[in-house]
C-alpha cells in the first residue's frame, strides 16, 4: 500500500511543527495576557449550523457526509462560527465573551501550491461588545502576537463594511449586490484591478479556463468604485478626511473612533493603516475589517483577517450579540517564519550514544540524570553498534552534543563528550562535515563522569 | 435555528480548555525533554491507509466519505497508523524516529455519558527500535508526565502480546483466533469474568439487549484461560517466576528484559506492575502491552495505553521498523483532574472597569501598562455602565482583583483596588459572597494611581 497524503493533505515534520508549537504558545501566552479565555469545539458540526445564510457559492467548500444518526454534519470552515453557536447555546458565559480559541479548519477547495485543504486558525474574537474598544484590543492583541513572534514588519490593514456599503450605495448598485461586489474587491491583490473589472462586468476565464461569471454592472457603476479604490491609504487621518468627504462622516464614525483608541496605545498609521481597498470575503462582517500583510514578504497573502461581525449570533438566538474576531492563519505565518534564519530548531541537547551492550541500564540512568536537571536528552535506541552511525543519528537529531562512555571511559568512570555544533562554521557540506567531525580532536574532551551535569550545563 | 452539538460531540468551555492546555503543556515538555520530536499529521487519510489488516468489526467506527476527487477518505481514528505511515512515507527521518503527537481522533461509537466521539490523545512512539530500552523509555516518559501533571497516585499496568500468545497455545486454541481472544480479555475490567466467559463461549446478549455472538470455546480452553488469568499480579519478579512456570522463559523474556531496565531507573512495582489480565484491544500490538489506571479512580477506566506493534509499518514498507508506543488519553486525564480541588483555574488576574466613558483611551492605556509587565489583565468591554454588574463580570472572569478608577479618581490621580477573592473563605454561596463584596469594605483601598503597577505584582 502506497504512503501517501490526501490530495490537498500535508504533515508537519518535526522542524515544522516544533515551529507551529512555538508560534502557538506564544500568542497563547499573549491573548491570555489580554484576558481572552481558551475554548474548544469540535472538528464537526450539523451542516445546517455552518451553512446558515453562508452563500450557495462556498458551500462547495465544506467536507460533509452522515453522522451515524444519518444526519448531514460537515468539518467546520472557520472557528468563528461555531463560536456563535456556543455563545448561543450556553448562558452561563461571561458577557462579554472574550476567547481564544486555536486549532484545523477544512475546507474543499481547489488545491494550490502552498494552500492546504486543512489549515490552523488562531482566532481571538469579543461577543457581547459593539464598542471600538473592542477592535482597538483584539488588534492590539494580534499586534503584540506578531511583534512576539519575531515575523518581521507588518501592517494591519483596516477598512470598515459600512464604507463599503457607502461605496455601493455611492456607485449606485443595489444593496442586494454588496455582498458580490465585496468579494470580488477582495480579490483585488491577488488578480489586480483588470481582472476585478471583468468580474464586476462581463465575467473572464481564470487561469485554469474555467468561466468566472461577471456580476453585470456598467460603466458608471464601475467608474465610480475606481475612483474610490483610487483613496489614499495609510496614514489614517488623512484616509479618513478623504473618506468623509466622498461619502459621509457616517459611513466612517466606526473609524473615527478607533484611529482615537489606537493613537492612545500608540499603535500609528505606521503599523495598523486605513486602506479603502481592504473588503475581506466573507458574507457576516457588519462593520470594521482588518488584514495582516508581511512587508517584505507580499508573497504570503495575508497573515490574519477579520472585522466586526454583528449579526452572526443571531442565526441562533434572539439576544443582541456585536462581536468582533481576529483570525490568524498559523501555516502562513510558518511558511513566513520557514524564510528567516537563525531561529531556534528543533532537536535535542545532547544524544547518548550505547556503546556497550550490556550496560544499558546505565545509559538510561545517565539519560534519566541529565533529564531531571532540565537538558533534553536523546539515548540512542537503535541497533547501530557503531559511533559513526550514532553520530550521523545524533547529528540528524540536531544535537548539541554528544556523550560518549566506551568501555574505556566505563574502566576509568569518565564520559566523553563532543560539541556536534564546532563543527557548523566549518561546513555546511554534510559529508565534509562528517569527516571533519570524525578527524577533530579539539571539539571533544574526557571529563570525569561526576562532573558531567555540571560542565553540560555551563555549555548549554 | 437551534444551536446544539452532534450527537456524541461536545465542546470545551474555557475552565476545562485551560486544564487541558495546561496538561498538554506539561506533557510536551516531559517528552521534549526525552528528545521526541513533535509531529502533525492531517486530521483526514485515504481510507485504505487506515483500514489495513484492521478487523472488520472496528472499520463500522471510522467516519468515512468522500473527496472532493470521489476518493475514499476517513479521519483518522487513533496517532499511530498516521505515523507508520509517515515513517514509511519519509526516508531522511532521523532512525530511530522518536516523536510525540498531539490531536483529535474520531471514532463513530455508540455515545455513553463521558464516552465522545472526538478525543484527544497524546501519544509517544519509537519506530525503528526492537531493544527494550524503548518501552523502558516510553514508559519512564509516560510516568514523569503524569506525576508531573499531578493526577494522583496511578499504576502502569504491563503485560505481553507474546505471553498471551503463549496461553492460547497452552488453552489449545488456534493461533488465528488469538486476536480474538485479546480483544475479549480486554473488556475484562467492564464487563466482569463472567461476561468474558460468556463471550468466550456462546455468546450474551448485552445491556442494551443486542446479542454478542461468542467464540464457541470449549470448557477446557476456558478453564486454562481462567487458571492463566488467576496468576498473581503487581510484584514483578513474582509475576515472572509464576509466568515462567506456567508457560516457560521464552513467552516472558521482554518482559525480563523490561524489569530489569525498569530496576535501573527506579520503577518499582508500586508503579509499574506485571499484570497477566492486561490485553489491549487493538490488533496491531506484538510485545509488551501497557495501560495507565488511577488507584483512586477506577471509574475512569485506563488512561493511557500502548505496546509494542513490530508490524504496522510493514502495511506501508518492505524496511524492518520495529515500533513501541503509548498514548495518553487526555479527556480522562481531564475528568479525573476536575475531581481535584485546589488546582490552578482559567482567569485573570485583573479586570480593570469602565466608569467614565469619555475616558476609554486611558483606561486602554492602563490595561496596556499591565499587561506588559505581565499581569493578566481583561479590560471591561460591554455596555453596562453600573459598577455592580461590572463585578458580577470580573467575578465570572474569575478575576483576582478589581481596578476601579472613577471621576473621583481620575481627579485625585488614584485608583481604587478591590480584592475579589477575599470574600471566598466569607461564603461561597453566590449571592451572599456578592453581598459580603458590596458591603466590604477592608477589600479595597484607595492608591495613588503611580502606584498601581507595584501594588499589583506584591499583591499577585
Known amino acids: 500500500m502506497e504512503p501517501q497524503n490526501v490530495k490537498g493533505f500535508r504533515d508537519l515534520r518535526p522542524r515544522e511543527a516544533y515551529r507551529k508549537n512555538e508560534i502557538i504558545s506564544t500568542i497563547r501566552k499573549v491573548y491570555e495576557s489580554y484576558g481572552f479565555l481558551p475554548l474548544e469545539t469540535p472538528g464537526l458540526e450539523y451542516l445546517d449550523i455552518l451553512l446558515g445564510e453562508y452563500g450557495e457559492e462556498n458551500t462547495k467548500q465544506i467536507f460533509r457526509f452522515k453522522s451515524p444518526e444519518e444526519q448531514q454534519i460537515a468539518l467546520r470552515f472557520d472557528l468563528t462560527v461555531p463560536l456563535a453557536r456556543v455563545v448561543a447555546q450556553y448562558n452561563d458565559l461571561p458577557k462579554p465573551f472574550k476567547r481564544y480559541q ?26 457581547g461588545a459593539s464598542s471600538q474598544l473592542a477592535e482597538a ?3 492590539s492583541a494580534v499586534v503584540k502576537s506578531l511583534r512576539e513572534i519575531r515575523v518581521g514588519e507588518f501592517v494591519v490593514n483596516v477598512n470598515s463594511r459600512k464604507i463599503l456599503n457607502a461605496v455601493v450605495d455611492y456607485s449606485g448598485i443595489s444593496p442586494e449586490r454588496a455582498k458580490d461586489v465585496f468579494r470580488i474587491l477582495d480579490k483585488l491583490n491577488k488578480i489586480g484591478m483588470e481582472n476585478v473589472e471583468l468580474e464586476l462586468t462581463k465575467g473572464r476565464y481564470d487561469t485554469s479556463g474555467d468561466f468566472i461569471p461577471g456580476l453585470g454592472l456598467d460603466d458608471t457603476n464601475v467608474r465610480k468604485i475606481k475612483e474610490y479604490l483610487a483613496l489614499p491609504k495609510g496614514e489614517r487621518k488623512k484616509v479618513l478626511t478623504e473618506i468623509r468627504e466622498l461619502l459621509g462622516e457616517q459611513s466612517c464614525i466606526d473609524l473615527i473612533n478607533l484611529d482615537e483608541l489606537l493613537d492612545a496605545i500608540g499603535l500609528g498609521s505606521d503599523i495598523v493603516a486605513f486602506n479603502p481597498t481592504i473588503a475581506r470575503g466573507l458574507d457576516y462582517y457588519t462593520g470594521p475589517v482588518f488584514e495582516v500583510n508581511l512587508k517584505d514578504k507580499p508573497q504570503f497573502g495575508s497573515v490574519a483577517g477579520g472585522g466586526r461581525y454583528d449579526n452572526l449570533v443571531k442565526r ?15 501555516d502562513r505565518l510558518l511558511a513566513a517564519l520557514d524564510t528567516q534564519v537563525g531561529r531556534q530548531e528543533a532537536g535535542v541537547d545532547v544524544v547518548i550514544t550505547i556503546m556497550e551492550q550490556d550496560r544499558l541500564s546505565d545509559y538510561l540512568k545517565l539519560a534519566n540524570e541529565l533529564r531531571n536537571v532540565g537538558i533534553k536528552t536523546d539515548l540512542y ?9 550514532q553520530m550521523q543519528y545524533a547529528d540528524k537529531m540536531n544535537a548539541k552534543f554528544a556523550v560518549i562512555i566506551g568501555s574505556n571511559e566505563f574502566e ?5 563528550i563532543k560539541d556536534l555544533k564546532a563543527g ?14 570524525k578527524k577533530s580532536r579539539e571539539v571533544q574532551k574526557e571529563i570525569p563522569r561526576n562532573d558531567l551535569v555540571r560542565q553540560l550545563k555551563d555549555l548549554l
Open 137 to 139: 484590543e483584539v488588534i
Open 316 to 330: 441562533f438566538t434572539d439576544a443582541e450579540l456585536p462581536a468582533v474576531g481576529f483570525s490568524i492563519g498559523v
Open 381 to 389: 535506541l537503535g541497533s547501530e553498534k557503531g559511533l559513526r552511525k
Open 412 to 416: 576509568k568512570g569518565t564520559v566523553t
Open 102 to 127: 486555536v486549532g484545523s479548519v477544512w475546507r474543499a477547495d481547489k488545491p494550490d501550491p502552498g494552500r492546504f485543504r486543512e489549515f490552523t486558525q488562531f482566532d481571538v474574537d469579543v461577543v
Open 424 to 437: 557548523e562554521s566549518a561546513s555546511k557540506d554534510a559529508a565534509q562535515r562528517e569527516d571533519w567531525l
